[in-house]
């Protein structure tokens, strides 16, 4: 298994991962998909043409960063949940991560909750901020987390 600096460095050089100009800018979507499989929902799902596959089918998704506005309804459309909402710009110390989730019983807003990296492993505290129904089963959580963390804080865990 691949661990949590190995799969960073990989997503980071795919084309969907924002440039650190653009996370500074506010809200934008991260696309950690950097597999060439036969997949495209995120490009239909983008209201704002921020999100590119294109022909043929395999190829990686690529993040239109300077079309993107931070709306978030790429998250749930995703299959592979592998689309998240960084925004940095959440208060002086604070950042948001915007996640998909699919487990059951949900957190309530302001719960504190684990929040973990791509291995499963504790990477900080997070409070639930927001709590939304995406597509299907899918729902998008955004928790709060210092802002040291934004590159590696990517799942959640609740504590009750
Ligand atoms: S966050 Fe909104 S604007 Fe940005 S890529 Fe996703 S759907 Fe498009
Ligand atoms: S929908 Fe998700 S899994 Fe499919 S290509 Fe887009 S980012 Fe990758």
Redesign the pocket.
């Known amino acids: 298994m691949l661990n949590e600096q190995t799969i960073l460095n990989k997503v980071k050089t795919s084309p969907?991962y924002p440039s650190k100009e653009r996370f500074f800018k506010g809200p934008v979507a991260v696309?950690e998909?950097p597999e060439e499989?036969p997949?495209?929902?995120?490009?239909e799902?983008c209201p704002f043409g921020a999100?590119k596959?294109g022909e043929p089918i395999t190829n990686l998704?690529m993040l239109i960063e300077d079309k993107c506005i931070g709306c978030g309804k790429c998250i749930a459309?995703?299959?592979?949940l592998?689309?998240f909402l960084v925004n940095l710009n959440y208060s002086k110390d604070e950042a948001t991560i915007s996640i998909p989730y699919e487990f059951i019983p949900l957190p309530d807003v302001g719960e504190e909750v684990d929040v973990l990296n791509r291995e499963g492993k504790f990477v900080c505290k997070g409070k639930v901020i927001k709590v939304n129904k995406g597509e299907d089963h899918t729902w998008v959580i955004t928790v709060s987390i210092p802002k040291e963390f934004f590159e590696v804080a990517r799942n959640i865990k609740p504590l009750k």
């Open positions: 969907g696309i998909c499989i997949c495209n929902p995120c490009e799902a999100i596959v998704p459309n995703c299959p592979g592998a689309i």
